[in-house]
């Protein structure tokens, strides 16, 4: 999904940065930290992940680059019994490297509260050679042990089950593609409530099928899929 926000316009040090300077920075000062925590592996580019562990879920921070060259910090879940569709109503799995997405994930507070109608967002990484690799810096330092805590005491599903159903009590999370409104239903199945996730998936798309009766199709599709989890 793409946002778009207002960047933050404070005065600029230096020049933007190249792409492959951008990589080079955010390398040099997050891949070691994250291997910390079970970040085993790093695209070189902007996305640090795990392996699927026995219960089908990864783990993933990823660097969003934002309009206006900056960009921010994302962290969370890819489960690989969750698929994605797009707007031509296409499946897609993410059970490989190379689909990778995040199902389920936290942003700084600054980013988030231009959601929230708080202004332009802060805590985003400025692509400028006087600030970038300051902001990387600063931003991890404030946020590490956040990061850290937030994986770490989201081990089992039932955990992961806890965070779905707090971020769809905030709104802020609306933004969030998927939704956690579409996530809870996988979550649920995976743990036996295959029945209760089928009733709120059913409850979901509810009101994709008034607009338009042929994602009575993708349901039926979906709930496929949640009975196989």
């Not at 190249?18 to 079970?38: H, P, Q």
């Not at 969030?176 to 998936?201: C, Q, R, W």
Request: aromatic share 14%; net charge positive.
């Amino acid at each position: 999904m793409n946002f778009t926000v207002f960047t933050d316009f404070r005065k600029r040090k230096g020049d933007p940065i190249s792409s492959s300077d951008l990589k080079v920075l955010l390398d040099r000062n997050l891949t070691s930290e994250l291997r910390e925590i079970g970040f085993t592996k790093y695209d070189g580019e902007y996305l640090w992940f795990s392996d699927y562990n026995e219960i089908g879920v990864r783990l993933v921070y990823k660097y969003m680059r934002l309009k206006g060259d900056s960009g921010v910090f994302n962290w969370g879940y890819c489960f690989d019994f969750l698929p994605t569709i797009s707007n031509t109503k296409k499946f897609k799995n993410h059970k490989t490297e190379n689909s990778i997405t995040l199902h389920l994930w936290e942003s700084t507070d600054g980013y988030k509260k231009s959601f929230e109608g708080g202004g332009r967002p802060t805590e985003i990484v400025s692509h400028y050679s006087g600030e970038c690799e300051n902001d990387i810096q600063a931003i991890f330092k404030k946020y590490k042990s956040d990061i850290f805590d937030w994986f770490y005491s989201s081990t089992s599903l039932m955990k992961i089950q806890d965070i779905v159903t707090n971020q769809i009590n905030d709104r802020t999370y609306n933004m969030h593609s998927p939704n956690p409104k579409y996530v809870l239903p996988f979550i649920l199945a995976k743990t036996g409530k295959k029945e209760e996730g089928i009733d709120l998936i059913r409850e979901y798309f509810a009101r994709y099928i008034a607009r338009d009766e042929s994602w009575k199709i993708v349901l039926g599709e979906i709930e496929k899929r949640i009975k196989s989890c």
